[in-house]
């Protein structure tokens, strides 16, 4: 059961009332005693009714709403009763009248604590939209950046671009790495290259005096051409891409070499 849906039906403002059936009360009270978000919410309701009644010196109704309709409600058939208005047997004018205005009182009371609830709920949701918005933000702001850095090298004079072009494996791949030994940073654009099966995944090395040196593994969306940054390797002098098991290896599979080129 969905206990805010319920603690939202308002079943909680007409049992303490006192106006639902002997079926809704049991429900009520299983509901309170087994969930403590509806025992807090009984009790929330019940104070904000204490509060308003010490406020305008008015206690609650002693009985249910059927029971406070039936005091200012004559119960006997207009065609058999001989009383005048307002002179029922038994009853004191003054009586129906406090326990009409308890009623209203308490009836006032719940509905300002329900728009107060409801303008709590209201807050609550702006704040997590604005809180949505600004991790929003805060991840625009880290991709512009990320960007910005990015444009830094690429626009530097001291970055080299070394072209890998397609072996047999993908002839039509084509990655880039932009080094630039001056700032000790690389970038890696490898849009072009195919999709990996799920279980493979590429990885990038950079070859010095013919020995390859790992700089890491590298998911690409192959029609974005996004850039990635990876690992500064001093004095490489080629680099080149290689399909391997998922995680990567410690040595290339030269088997699956996909792109390869040389620095200069």
């Not at 009520?28 to 025992?39: D, F, K, L």
């Not at 397609?166 to 084509?174: E, F, M, R, S, V």
């Not at 890491?216 to 850039?227: Q, T, V, Y």
Request: charged share 15%; proline share 8%.
């Amino acid at each position: 059961m969905d206990i805010q849906a319920y603690i939202s039906s308002g079943i909680l403002e007409q049992y303490l009332l006192g106006d639902t059936t002997t079926a809704e009360t049991a429900d009520v009270e299983r509901m309170a005693e087994q969930h403590q978000e509806v025992r807090a919410e009984l009790d929330r309701i019940e104070m904000a009714l204490e509060k308003y009644a010490v406020m305008y010196g008015t206690p609650p109704p002693a009985g249910t709403l059927t029971a406070v309709l039936d005091q200012v409600t004559p119960t006997s058939s207009p065609a058999t009763t001989t009383e005048k208005p307002g002179a029922r047997p038994g009853t004191n004018p003054l009586t129906l009248v406090t326990g009409l205005l308890a009623f209203i009182g308490l009836a006032a009371a719940i509905w300002f604590f329900l728009q107060q609830r409801n303008t709590q709920n209201d807050l609550d949701q702006a704040q997590a939209n604005l809180q949505t918005l600004q991790e929003d933000c805060n991840e625009i702001r880290e991709q512009n950046d990320q960007l910005s850095r990015s444009l830094d090298v690429l626009s530097s004079q001291n970055t080299v671009p070394v072209r890998m072009e397609g072996t047999p494996n993908a002839p039509d791949a084509l990655a880039t790495v932009y080094f630039n030994p001056s700032d000790q940073v690389a970038l890696l654009s490898a849009g072009s290259l195919p999709t990996p099966p799920d279980d493979m995944t590429y990885q990038l090395w950079a070859l010095i005096d013919g020995n390859p040196v790992d700089m890491g593994i590298f998911e690409i969306d192959p029609a974005s051409g996004d850039l990635i940054s990876v690992p500064f390797i001093e004095g490489a002098q080629a680099f080149a891409v290689t399909l391997e098991t998922a995680g990567g290896n410690p040595t290339p599979n030269l088997d699956q070499l996909f792109v390869i080129g040389n620095v200069g």
